[in-house]
Every structure is written in structure tokens, then in C-alpha cells.
T-cell receptor
Framework: DTAVSQTPKYLVTQMGNDKSIKCEQNLGHDTMYWYKQDSKKFLKIMFSYNNKELIINETVPNRFSPKSPDKAHLNLHINSLELGDSAVYFC????????????FGPGTRLTVT | SQKIEQNSEALNIQEGKTATLTCNYTNYSPAYLQWYRQDPGRGPVFLLLIRENEKEKRKERLKVTFDTTLKQSLFHITASQPADSATYLCALTHGSGNTGKLIFGQGTTLQVKP
């Protein structure tokens, strides 16, 4: 069974479109995250949710809106996509806080043309 | 400014040798430091976690050290194998409690040649 799953794996879209990425974890963790990995391979946290509550919101444009319908799911909706949004987006989960290992999904490669 | 840096972008070694990867940080005081492995096209996979009051942690062929005075962690793979070829990421914990987050280095790509 896949611990952290994301859909879709690949997403190719045009500038200005709105798209969503879905994430689910079956590990029973309380905390879920969205990360962005750019072309230079830097992995940077965007958001963190704990029990459906937004805990960490890095300086991310408000075109990005995470939603957590329950603690096993964390979706990412992106409005008005821009070229600079092209990256690989990873979902992850862990027990609460930064002191525990995180389990990452397979990533969604977003290409904005 | 706060920085976390891994020693080099790429490291090439011969099979059977010990690989040593370095992670240095500036202006952080992490209570925890973690190492992850990332293969191309995949998400990072957790390897080891070390606490600030631990000097060394081992798991099979892996060993991590954490020197809070030098602000450095070393990651060793002994008896390296071609299957160990991957990118290795260090990550430190910034903040505490449920607002704690991981700050990742840029990674070091290890290539083990047979």
C-alpha cells in the first residue's frame, strides 16, 4: 500500500489556468505538508497542516490555496498559473512538528507553458 | 543570514569505499537534523535522524554525526555500492512544536562506480 500518494504525477497546462493537486496519506499522521522543488533541486516548504488546521504558511503567493478536508488529505489549488510555478510539488506527512521523519509522496511535475 | 549548505553538488567514489557527505549550517540552532535519500523522479526517503545531544547515530552501513559547535553534520556510507548512487539531502529542524519545519540543503549527488 502506498503511504503517501499524489495525483496527478504529471501536469502540463497553460499560463492563466487553474489546477489542483491531490494528496492522501494512510499513515495516520496528524501533519501534512506541501513542498516545492525547483529546477536547482532545492526543496522548500510551502504549507503545513495539523489536524486540518493551517500551521505553516511560508511566503507563498495567495494564488496557492491548500485545503485539508480531513487529516488524511491535503490538496493544493493553484490559480492563474505562471511560468515560474513550473516545478515538482511534493506532499509529505509526519507526526506533529519538525522532530519526526517525514514521508514524501512521489511528486507532481507541473509544467506551465 | 541563515544558510544550510552541503559540501558539493556531486561526489564520485569507487565501490567499496566510504562516502562522506557534509552538511554545514549558519545561524540556526536545530534540535534535530535529518538525512534523506532522493532518487531521480521520486520523493525523498527518510534515512536517519539525530538529536542535538547525540554525537553519532548508526543504521546498518550508514553513520551520521552532529557537531553543534562546528555547526556541521557528516553522513557516511561505508562499503558503498552502486545501488547507493542517489542524491542525499540534509534537513534541519527550525522552530519547535507543531510549527517546527524542515529546512533542506541543496543535496549532494553521490555516484558509486563499480
Amino acid at each position: 500500500d502506498t503511504a503517501v500518494s499524489q495525483t496527478p504525477k504529471y501536469l502540463v497546462t497553460q499560463m492563466g489556468n487553474d489546477k489542483s493537486i491531490k494528496c492522501e496519506q494512510n499513515l495516520g499522521h496528524d501533519t501534512m505538508y506541501w513542498y516545492k522543488q525547483d529546477s536547482k533541486k532545492f526543496l522548500k516548504i510551502m504549507f503545513s497542516y495539523n489536524n486540518k488546521e493551517l500551521i505553516i504558511n511560508e511566503t507563498v503567493p495567495n494564488r496557492f490555496s491548500p485545503k485539508s478536508p480531513d487529516k488524511a488529505h491535503l490538496n493544493l489549488h493553484i490559480n492563474s498559473l505562471e511560468l515560474g510555478d513550473s516545478a515538482v510539488y511534493f506532499c509529505a506527512s509526519s507526526l506533529v512538528g519538525g522532530s519526526y521523519e517525514q514521508y514524501f509522496g512521489p511528486g507532481t511535475r507541473l509544467t506551465v507553458t | 543570514s541563515q544558510k544550510i549548505e552541503q559540501n558539493s553538488e556531486a561526489l564520485n567514489i569507487q565501490e567499496g569505499k566510504t562516502a562522506t557527505l557534509t552538511c554545514n549550517y549558519t545561524n540556526y540552532s536545530p534540535a534535530y537534523l535529518q538525512w534523506y535519500r532522493q532518487d531521480p523522479g521520486r520523493g525523498p526517503v527518510f534515512l536517519l535522524l539525530i538529536r542535538e545531544n547525540e554525537k553519532e547515530k548508526r543504521k546498518e552501513r550508514l553513520k551520521v554525526t552532529f557537531d553543534t559547535t562546528l555547526k556541521q553534520s557528516l553522513f557516511h556510507i561505508t562499503a558503498s555500492q552502486p545501488a547507493d548512487s542517489a542524491t542525499y539531502l540534509c534537513a534541519l529542524t527550525h522552530g519547535s512544536g507543531n510549527t517546527g519545519k524542515l529546512i533542506f540543503g541543496q543535496g549532494t549527488t553521490l555516484q558509486v562506480k563499480p
